[in-house]
């Protein structure tokens, strides 16, 4: 028997490598003749390298992070606590008997969840937003292929959530685009125009991607309705609306929640998210399978749904997302107006000191975020709105959304959240201001930035064009 490394390599680390161990059920092909190259290394060295690795990432325990649409609230750590709890580390395959505690739990989420949206059934499979979006979308083109009815198209308005067009596409749809009027929302004649008997729905966020509400929503519903299409509401902006208003209020019939949003599971790297998806009656037969019931002894799940367009995540998506959701609810229970009320506060009290130092392209009352952009900053001074935001890097500040939405350009799209307090948004006023004078008296200093990060200002047209992918060891 060969073994895989040479013993008598001598190392400062921890070889793992045991000529004791039986690897003959390998073929000997696909053994390696020679070391890998890894460096050798202590534990302690190992720990000190990721720590390190750790300490180079911006988060929102360092600091203020406005990152306009994406909702990065503080997630309270004692969720992270109780999702860890042996008790919900069980074997998806258990049998419903010996799940109840687990099985409770998403039930009493579904009737919180439902509570708040206004909506009539639910399911939590979905593990994104955009998984929530693309499965939103099946529901609503089974439903006319149930009827008979072939609707092929989908309006989205420009102000749109910046998915809604690839997922309604996914989903089979054609796209129709309509513009926004001169207050940044929906255009009621442009809506009329595309009406007609091939479209299935429009998909909608509100408050919009410029945090503005949209005024004529149940203009639009009535709209829609009569012409028996469909609405569909995007809840990327829910903490916006949050126990205030609700999209069934607004004539919704299906909708996406981004629990790792609005109710403050952990958002960055990438996920784990969850995006639950909420109908009304006419569309309950229509949810993912199973879903899950009460008939007032146990809780179980019914893959009894008639016309169902079957599972769209293995078992129930991520549940540890579901479990930190839960604890959220009953942590705020009925203070989630709360987070709505100091969202909107902040956003509304940062747009009015910021507006007199770069250009506010709708001068409405927002939401949770607003929009402002680096117009002024790019005619006078050559600095662009990437130019800005790299600047922030240097003040414990991570940059807002850039450059989105789209209908605005050099956008600088900002959310501060409920998490926030006063002293916090008075130093990014503060930074910003800075920032806008430097645009004026310093512009290379700007044109340069960042300084103090990690990495520097890098080419980023041939860091685009030319990736090197490749490690070498």
């Not at 092909?29 to 180079?56: A, C, I």
């Not at 998984?131 to 099946?138: A, D, P, Q």
């Not at 509401?233 to 996406?256: Q, S």
């Amino acid at each position: 028997m060969k073994t895989i490394f040479d013993k008598s390599n001598k190392t400062d680390g921890i070889n793992l490598t045991d000529s004791t161990d039986k690897i003959d059920f390998l073929p000997e092909n696909l053994l390696r003749t020679r070391e890998v190259g890894l460096p050798q290394v202590s534990e302690l060295d190992v720990m000190r390298h990721y720590k390190e690795l750790s300490d180079l990432n911006f988060c929102i325990e360092n600091g203020f992070y406005p990152l306009g649409s994406c909702t990065m609230k503080y997630n309270p750590k004692v969720n992270e606590f109780l999702s860890s709890l042996e008790e919900f580390n069980i074997h998806p395959e258990t049998c419903d008997g010996s799940a109840q505690g687990s099985l409770k739990l998403m039930y009493d989420l579904q009737k919180a969840l439902l509570e708040v949206t206004g909506m009539d059934a639910i399911t939590l499979q979905p593990s994104a937003g955009a998984h929530g979006e693309l499965t939103g979308m099946m529901i609503i083109k089974k439903y006319f292929d149930i009827k008979g009815e072939n609707r092929t198209k989908v309006i989205i308005p420009d102000s749109a959530h910046g998915t809604n067009p690839a997922s309604a596409k996914m989903a089979g749809f054609d796209i129709v685009e309509i513009k926004s009027n001169n207050k940044g929302q929906v255009d009621i004649e442009s809506l009329k125009a595309v009406l007609n008997d091939d479209v299935a729905a429009i998909m909608m966020t509100n408050p919009n991607t410029l945090g503005i509400f949209e005024e004529n929503v149940k203009e639009i519903s009535d709209l829609m309705h009569a012409n028996g299409s469909l609405l569909y509401y995007d809840g990327a902006n829910f903490n916006a609306i949050m126990g205030y208003t609700n999209p069934k209020l607004m004539g919704f019939d299906v909708v996406h929640l981004n629990l790792h949003k609005t109710f403050s599971t952990p958002h960055g790297g990438g996920g784990p998210g969850a995006g639950v998806v909420a109908v009304n009656d006419k569309l309950k037969d229509y949810l993912p399978k199973p879903v899950i019931n009460f008939d007032g002894q146990k809780y179980f799940r019914n893959y009894d749904v008639k016309f169902s367009i079957g599972s769209v995540k293995d078992y129930f998506g991520n549940f540890s997302v579901l479990v930190k959701a839960y604890a959220y609810i009953l942590l705020m229970g009925k203070n989630l107006k709360n987070a709505t009320e100091n969202a909107v506060l902040n956003a509304n009290y940062l747009k009015e000191k910021l507006k007199k130092y770069y250009n506010l392209p709708y001068d409405e009352p927002c939401m949770h975020e607003f929009v402002i952009t680096g117009e002024k900053q790019k005619e006078e001074n050559g600095i662009s709105t990437l130019n800005i935001a790299k600047a922030l890097m240097d003040k414990n500040t991570h940059p807002p959304t850039v450059y989105f939405p789209l209908i605005v350009h050099e956008a600088l799209m900002i959310e501060p959240t409920e998490s926030e307090n006063k002293e916090v948004l008075d130093e990014f006023i503060n930074t910003m201001i800075e920032i806008a004078n430097e645009c004026k008296t310093n512009p290379q200093d700007v044109l340069e930035a960042p300084h103090l990060t990690p990495v520097k200002k890098i080419d980023e047209v041939t860091a685009a064009r030319h990736p090197d992918l490749c490690y070498k060891g």
